[in-house]
């Protein structure tokens, strides 16, 4: 089976077997990530352009090392050192590197829906790396791999995911891809960072973190977007972490074998507890790793439309 799209913009526009055939390749290609030599003919002939409008380590990396774990050609382009400083527009730019035979774009902006806009004026493949607080599909998809590969399955779990859920990319894309899976979704935060109508996506709104986590399978927690907010959601940062940051207390009324759960960067003492992010629960490493094997998933899938 083929993934039979050009591109990946979000995962509410994927059904459930689309996702299911992203996660069982991920599966497949994570055996080369053990091998000592890791790198495969895959991709050889491929070229991937990071086009990056925003910081990033983790999913920047993730993707060089996916591309080149699959023998594709990886370039990085930064704003600060690109011909976007001179004025360029975002299609502009993008047009003049797939000229240059770009085969793949992965892009991440500050606007919501710029990924899709490349993806309407060009031929190449576009993955959307995080669009302002729109999607983050491969963290959605890593994440759902790490839970499927802990449970098994992730139909009748109930995951709580926690904080600023307004601002995050990663929980909207979260929630698509926990409830097309089967999983019951519940959110929690101040109630100044839980979106408009959110219980319209079917989950469970609570405002007490003792509440959100009591029983649950799995507890995700999410980065505060300071940098997305402009004025005070709450009163302060030691008022959040009062309320809301995960403690070994409040994860022992979650059930015996819960998964925790952060897409990081983290901040420690503020989201949640140095002893519970480096806990026996804590799942936070195989995110990460994961992250690899569900972007060469992707890489490979999309680049196969083209063959």
Known sequence: MRLNRKDLLGIKELDVSEINLILDTADSLKEVLERDIKKVPTLRGKTIVNLFYEPSTRTRTSFEIAGKTLSADVINITTSTSSIVKGESLIDTAKNIEALNADILIVRHSASGAPHLLAKNLKSSVINAGDGAHEHPTQALLDVFTIRERKKSLTGLTVTIVGDIMHSRVARSNIYALKKLGADV???????????????????????????????????MLRLQLERQGRGFFPSIREYSRLYCLTEERVRLAKEDVLIMHPGPINRGVEIEASVADGPYSVILDQVTNGLAIRMAVLYLLAGVHK
């Not at 101040?190 to 408009?196: F, Y």
């Open 186 to 220: 519940r959110i929690v935060g101040p109630p100044t960072m839980l979106p408009k109508n959110i219980e319209e996506l079917g989950v469970k709104i609570f405002y007490n973190i003792e509440k959100a986590v009591d029983g649950v399978d799995v507890i995700m």
